[in-house]
């Protein structure tokens, strides 16, 4: 019963806590474990200065600079500092992909699967829902003088979900010796919702 009432008292308090200091949840896992939020974190792309690709005459462009920003459009926050844009596929505009041909500048490293990405900046530890990110600038070499549509850019990172923000704040707590492991996960338990038991 005591051990019951503590994690009563305690759970909200920790639900509180998550929306007033928005700590991280988890530690990062590694660029290649996250995972693709590019359904509800949208890239936007832009031309950084105009299309010099669109004219109906033969580019001599050697180099194209883009813009690219994210919109959060999920109802949780994303952990700012995992927020990664992968440069997923460059085509021509005959529909053919010429990854192999064009030149990613200066991206921030390479996915497994030999993709390039880019970390997104921003000054706060979340992106908030419903809210943009700052901008990041991918630049493309173009040797052969192709003409192609903007990159296709995919998004990954972690959301933060309630019940990912309990679990990092009860995570830290036993490290510091707060709560024991089993209050813990007592306290995990309560804020779970139970499965549902209807038949179909």
């Excluded at 030999?114 to 530890?125: H, L, S, T, Y």
């Amino acid at each position: 019963m005591k051990m019951k009432t503590i994690i009563q008292r305690f759970v909200p308090i920790l639900i509180l806590s998550i929306g007033m200091s928005g700590t991280q949840a988890l530690a990062n896992p590694s660029v290649d474990d996250l995972p693709d939020l590019t359904e509800g974190v949208v890239p936007v792309v832009q031309y950084k200065n105009s299309d010099a690709l669109s004219g109906a005459g033969l580019t001599s462009v050697s180099e194209v600079e883009f813009l690219v920003t994210v919109k959060n459009q999920t109802g949780d926050p994303v952990v700012a500092d995992t927020l990664i844009l992968v440069v997923d596929m460059v085509k021509e505009i005959t529909g053919n992909d010429i990854s192999d041909r064009v030149e990613i500048e200066g991206p921030d490293g390479i996915l497994a699967n030999g993709k390039p990405f880019f970390r997104i900046p921003n000054a706060d530890e979340e992106l908030g829902p419903y809210s943009e990110s700052e901008a990041v600038t991918i630049r493309v070499n173009n040797p052969d003088y192709l003409r192609f549509y903007p990159p296709t850019i995919r998004v990954r990172g972690l959301r933060r979900s309630p019940g990912e923000a309990v679990k990092g704040l009860l995570e830290s707590l036993v490290q510091k010796g707060i709560l024991a492991p089993e209050e813990a996960a007592n306290a995990m338990k309560a804020t779970t919702p139970p499965a549902s038991t209807d038949n179909p």
